[in-house]
C-alpha cells in the first residue's frame, strides 16, 4: 500500500475528495459479489432497501454510520476491509507490523464525516480512527447497537454524544467510554469542524449471551 486511499461519496461531500478517487460504494459493490450475495439478498440481511444500497453502491447517496454497519455486519466483514484493505496486505519491505505511518491511512469518506483508519492492516479486534465532522454533520441518527466497547477523545471542536436516552456536549479534551450495546449517535452542533479520536475494542459475545 503505497498512496494514501479515499472512498468518496457524490452527493453533500465535504469537502470533495480527488476527481476519479473510488467511493465507498466500489468497495462494497466489489465485497458483495465477493460473498456472491445479490441485492435482494444483502438487503434482506441487513435490513437496508434494496434501493438504498443501489445508491450507496453508486455513488448517489451518503451512507450513514447505522446503514454502514449494517451492510458491514451482513457482509461479514471487518472495519478493514470497508476501508478496501485485505488480511494479506502486508507492510513495505523493512516495517513493522505494528506501525501504519501517516501517509498510509485509508480515509472512508462518507459526507459529512470523515473516517481515517490508524490501525495497522491485521489489528481486527482493535480499531483506531480519527473522524471528522463537518459543522452540522451527524453520524445519521441513532448506531445499531452492538457489542463492544467504543471510546475517544475530542481533538478539536465540539460534538453531542447521545448514548442510550443521555446526551452530552463534548468539547476538546473531553474524554467519553460506553458500551455500544446502546444505541448511539455524533452530532456536530457548532460551526466549526469537529475531529475525534475514536476507539473501538471487541467485546466477548459470551458476556451477552
Known sequence: MQTRRKRTSQRNAAPPADAGEPHVGITLRKLRKQKQMSLQNLAQESGVSMGM????????????????TALRRALN?????????????????GEAA???RRAQRPILDLGMLHKELLTPTDHQHLQIMILRLAPGGTSGGRALSYPAKKGGLVLSGKVTLSVGDVASELET???FVFDS????SLRNTSDAPTE???IIGAVQFDRYL
Do not use: C, K, Y
Not at 466483514?77 to 513495505?92: D, N, V, Y
Open 53 to 68: 444500497i443501489s445508491q450507496v453502491e453508486r455513488g448517489i447517496a451518503n451512507p450513514s454510520m447505522r446503514l454502514i
Open 77 to 93: 466483514i471487518s472495519m478493514q476491509e470497508l476501508f478496501g484493505e485485505t488480511r494479506s496486505e502486508t507492510p513495505e519491505s
Open 98 to 100: 505494528f506501525v501504519r
Open 173 to 175: 479534551g473531553d474524554s
Open 181 to 184: 450495546n446502546q444505541p448511539h
Open 196 to 198: 475525534i479520536l475514536w
